[in-house]
């Protein structure tokens, strides 16, 4: 199926890539893909989670244009069992290992497949503090800068729609939110602690905190009024059915 993909020029993204023999044999497979169609057979081909990947693997996935979507939940959820399992030479340089994809010329997105807030993981790029208290792979943090990308101007490109959302400029969809702190000023411990004061989607302000929009005499009709955790209180619970063996 993957070859055949190549072949009529679909496109592989959002998908699971998890770990390093499933990185190395797709990448095998678009090097063979690129012989035979050309290398705009894979083009925009992503591999997400970036839960292990071998740092030798890098250069290929560069040359070939592969791009990663990388949850950064790995590195508290897979890093300290890594450790325990394979030892930290590789708990430390394969586990969501962003910094040195983007040294060797790959394009980096941040990926969240948990029920978490961005700025909690966010914050995980740039300290890469896992839950045991341990900061593992302290060369692959990003700085404020590349973390922003990720989650913006990059993750547009991952999505093909770098001309309508990812940056502030004239055409693009006016979504914007107005935060209560510094972003790129504020300690990287901190930033899980942003909370949005608005929010805005194409222009039209969909939510305010109370002193927020007290505070400007900003209530626009059809915008919720409330705190982040009122508005989070509100969503409808999900539920996820498992099927597996046996129909359980």
């Not at 990388?70 to 394969?94: L, R």
């Not at 490109?157 to 935060?179: C, H, M, N, Q, W």
């Amino acid at each position: 199926w993957v070859m055949t993909m190549g072949r009529y020029n679909l496109r592989l993204a959002n998908d699971h890539v998890a770990g390093d023999r499933s990185v190395a044999n797709l990448l095998g497979m678009i090097e063979r893909i690129q012989k035979q169609y050309g290398a705009n057979s894979s083009k925009n081909w992503g591999f997400d989670h970036c839960t292990l990947v071998d740092p030798k693997d890098l250069p290929r996935a560069a040359k070939l244009g592969v791009m990663f979507s990388c949850a950064p939940k790995y590195i508290e959820d897979v890093a300290p069992a890594a450790a325990a399992s394979y030892g930290t030479q590789v708990a430390n340089t394969f586990v969501v290992p962003v910094k040195s994809m983007l040294n060797a010329g790959v394009r980096v997105v941040y990926e969240a497949d948990r029920d978490t807030y961005v700025w909690d993981d966010l914050e995980l790029f740039l300290t890469r503090k896992s839950v045991d208290g341990k900061v593992y792979g302290p060369q692959e943090k990003l700085n404020k800068q590349e973390t922003l990308q990720t989650v913006t101007r990059w993750a547009a490109a991952y999505v093909l729609r770098p001309d309508k959302i990812g940056s502030i400029e004239t055409g693009k969809l006016a979504d914007l939110v107005v935060l209560d702190r510094d972003y790129l000023t504020i300690p990287d411990e901190q930033v899980s602690e942003i909370q949005a004061l608005m929010t805005m989607l194409d222009g039209k302000i969909i939510s305010e905190t109370p002193n927020f929009a007290s505070e400007y005499n900003l209530r626009p009709s059809g915008a919720t009024i409330g705190t982040f955790k009122d508005l989070f209180a509100r969503r409808p619970t999900r539920v996820v059915t498992m099927v597996g063996e046996g129909g359980g």
